[in-house]
């Protein structure tokens, strides 16, 4: 019996370093540009700092900045909420 296949992390589906390179796979891409718009609303703050006002801890926020990891659906919104500020890429990616 075969099990289901391990998901790929973001960073693994972009050809180059994570985050400057974009990705081709059209769902990686939104992952990339969700993690360069926390890196910005993080900004000078600690990721920890982050951590306590949104309630998200801090090895998620640290796994989601280098792809590591997917986020759900609570992790954005708290991300958003806590930073008051949107972070979702509500464009969708251009055509590949």
């Known amino acids: 019996m075969g099990g289901m296949k391990e998901r790929e992390r973001p960073f693994e589906l972009a050809p180059g370093p994570w985050p400057e390179t974009p990705s081709p796979d059209p769902i990686a891409e939104l992952a990339r540009r969700f993690s360069i718009n ?15 006002e949104t309630e998200v801890p801090h090895n ?10 997917w986020p759900d659906f609570v992790t954005i919104a708290r991300l958003e ?16």
């Open 38 to 52: 926390l890196a910005a609303a993080i900004g000078d703050a600690s990721i920890r700092s982050v951590s306590r």
């Open 60 to 69: 998620t926020v640290a796994s989601i900045l280098a792809g590591r990891v």
């Open 81 to 96: 909420i806590g930073l008051k500020t949107p972070l979702w890429p509500h464009s969708a990616p251009p055509e590949r």
